[in-house]
């Protein structure tokens, strides 16, 4: 299955072109608000540098969320555009599954490891869910859900070795060194660049379903936002209600 992958959830925009388990090209930048700008290009240049086109695909995979939510909406409206043009079909992959999937290819945790992807939701939240690696595919534990980082490190607790991974590593790290430092030695933090978004693997992951079957609505996709998301003038009404 030659699938394109793409990821916009993050600050990270990326776009890959993956044939079954096999990543043939990707291409990713890391700067916030240029996804819109971007993206096309990104994806054109995978294209081009395995002298390609969309007539190739199989599929198309989209990072749904949850995330940034400007970005998410910027992929998905992109990734169907492509799909209503070219008649291949889509899948929605969840971000935090293809952060987890992408510990698991670059051989960062054993079998029956935990793998715990997070995303910052800005204040005290992250986005969160928990994994375990079952002989290199995703066994869900806890579904993706919005978590404050005090509820983030009590899920988490009950397991002897985590692999946290996602931007919001970092915020769960501080927070642990800071309320409880003993509990620290349990969690495993890969370095920075290997545990960011990536659409290569958006790509594997959406190979994987296309695979065995899935496919997503193209009608009816929508982003998986987890938290409400509000706008200025959303905010603006309800001030002018009160």
């Known amino acids: 299955m030659r699938i394109l992958g793409i990821e916009c959830a993050t600050a990270v925009c990326a776009a890959a072109i993956a044939d079954d388990d096999v990543l043939l090209a990707e291409h990713s930048i890391e700067t916030p608000r240029v996804h819109s700008e971007q993206l096309i290009s990104l994806i054109e240049r995978s294209f081009k540098s395995i002298q390609s086109n969309i ?51 670059q051989n960062l945790v054993l079998p029956g ?48 070795k985590v692999v946290v991974t996602g931007d919001g590593a970092e915020k769960f790290q501080k927070y642990i060194q800071k309320v409880e430092p003993e509990q620290s030695s349990r969690y495993i933090i890969p370095a920075p660049k ?6 290569g693997a958006i790509a594997l992951v959406g190979a994987r379903k296309f695979a065995g079957g899935q496919q997503s609505d193209l009608a009816k996709l929508e982003p998986l936002y987890i938290k409400e998301f509000h706008t200025t003038a959303n905010t603006q009404n309800k001030k002018a209600a009160t």
């Open 55 to 105: 007539g190739s695909l199989d599929g198309i995979a989209v990072s749904i969320g949850p995330g940034s939510f400007t970005g998410l909406r910027i992929g998905l409206s992109s990734a169907k555009g492509l799909a209503y043009a070219s008649g291949k079909g889509i899948i929605a992959v969840p971000t935090l599954e293809g952060l987890a999937f992408n510990i698991i290819r």
């Open 194 to 199: 290997l545990i960011k978004c990536t659409a």
């Open 113 to 160: 490891d935990v793998i715990v992807p997070m995303i910052d939701a800005r204040r005290d939240e992250l986005y969160a869910a928990v994994y375990i690696n079952a002989a290199g595919n995703l066994e869900e534990i806890i579904p993706p859900c919005a978590l404050s980082v005090n509820e983030s490190l009590n899920i988490t607790k009950t397991f002897k």
